[in-house]
């Protein structure tokens, strides 16, 4: 019965990925797909290093752009006619190539862990970004290298010139990754990981050996950037030096601790979120980088397992039966904060704008007002009271609704 269950989440999860194109098939939506397709198994694979494994790395896009790069030049070879296969394995040559990368730097890298791993990781990171505009003949420099993924050969008469057919070979390797990361984690090796990440001592004591252990997450982490630097290839059709450079790293692990680290949906639900604030709430505001901080910086203090942790704390009301109690505490607490976060966000962008007239939510504010300005901070700082006010009973209803009973046992004696 639970082998059905698991198996029945799979193919759900292989539908839905299958099916997003139907309900919305425009360019934009597409293209966000594509972006969602790759960042998923971007950050599932950083999930390997830092949540399973404990190596906190800042060079992960290494393995991400290196294997970009070698899928773009495939990309070239077949133009040329060097090579000739089916572009739905490009992802593959990406991730081969991100293997090799990670067997290179793991050999040496993986022999330290914690605060010294991180700072190899991160000055292999800097050192191959700045190679990158050295080696001109591989990296192509600033400009990067370009492809063009219409010169391989047609699959069952698809020649995949558009985005939708790109996202339906995006979605397959993503189906196809998810499912071995997460056998990977069901392994002796994944086990292991774990008990390195929380205890490498004890671990050693039993016969293990952390280093080797890190190793083989390591190599299998690269394997996986490496498909998705494949998958980046084969959408956009170029690469350049940002795709594996400090902010790229820095983006998955943003993605990857938002979503929640340790939690194997965590990654997925990050990499969904940084892609829709990245792809939807730029077109809207200048100030969408400062809104990623000011979440990231709330997840930290308020939600430190992310938000698939926050979706955990809730078993136990869920296998009690009391999750439904909890349904008005939370309403009346994020109304006010809802309500809390729009007085911020307007006058946030108020500040910024550069005209007399701000149109916000359908209202027209005029930011030279000094009315204006004084009704938005009562309008927040009352918002933020009534939130405060409610934390309290909410913060009952959320310990009653957890609370398991004792079970008082009668002395037959």
């Keep these: 019965m639970a082998m059905i269950k698991k198996l029945s989440v799979w193919i759900a999860f292989l539908l839905v990925m299958l099916a997003l194109p139907q309900f919305s098939d425009s360019i934009l939506s597409v293209s966000i797909y594509n972006q969602m397709a790759i960042a998923i198994i971007f950050a599932l694979s950083y999930n390997m290093l830092l949540g399973q494994g404990g190596m906190l790395s800042f060079g992960h896009a290494v393995y991400f752009g290196l294997g970009g790069f070698l899928a773009v030049h495939t990309l070239i070879m077949m133009e040329f006619e060097t090579v000739y296969f089916s572009i739905i ?6 991730g081969l190539f991100g293997l090799l990368a990670a067997i290179f730097i793991g050999s040496f890298s993986t022999h330290k862990a914690g605060t010294v791993f991180a700072m190899i990781s991160l000055g292999i990171g800097e050192l191959i970004a700045a190679s990158s505009l050295i080696f001109v003949g591989f990296f192509g420099g600033e400009a990067g290298v370009s492809g063009d993924r219409t010169f391989g050969p047609p699959l069952f008469g698809v020649e ?3 985005d939708v057919e790109i996202y339906y070979v995006a979605a397959v390797w993503v189906f196809i ?8 984690t069901q392994t002796p090796a994944g086990r292991m990981a ?8 004890r671990a ?4 293990y050996s952390a280093r080797r252990v890190r190793f083989i997450s390591f190599c299998a982490s690269g394997l996986f950037a490496g498909i998705a630097g494949g998958l980046f290839a084969l959408n956009y059709e170029f690469i350049t030096e940002e795709n594996l450079n400090a902010a790229t790293s820095g983006r998955v692990l943003l993605m990857a601790y938002i979503g929640g680290l340790g939690y194997f949906i965590g990654p997925i639900l990050g990499a969904v979120i940084l892609t829709l604030m990245n792809s939807l709430l730029s077109n809207y505001s200048d100030l969408w980088m400062l809104y990623l901080g000011i979440m990231f910086l709330l997840t930290v203090l308020f939600l430190p397992r992310g938000f698939a942790g926050f979706i955990m704390m809730h078993q136990v009301a869920w296998l009690k039966g009391s999750l439904k109690n909890l349904a008005l ?3 009346i607490t994020c109304i006010p904060a809802i ?3 729009v007085g911020a966000i307007g006058m946030l962008e108020m500040s910024h704008s550069e005209d007399a007239i701000f149109h916000f939510l359908g209202m027209e504010l005029d930011t030279s007002s000094t009315i204006t300005w004084l009704a938005a901070i009562i309008f927040t700082l009352g918002s933020l009271f009534a939130t405060s006010k409610s934390l309290p009973q909410l913060r009952d209803a959320w310990e009653e609704a957890n609370t398991i009973p004792e079970v008082v046992k009668e002395d037959e004696s």
Excluded: C, K, S
Aim: cysteine-free; aromatic content about 26%.
């Design 89 to 94: 394995w490009i992802p593959l040559v990406g």
């Design 160 to 162: 995949f010139f558009q």
């Design 177 to 184: 990754a998810t499912v071995f990361m997460y056998l990977f």
């Design 194 to 201: 774990n008990a390195v990440r929380d205890n490498p001592e």
């Design 204 to 207: 050693e004591f039993i016969g």
């Design 329 to 331: 505490p939370y309403l």
């Design 339 to 341: 309500l809390f976060l």
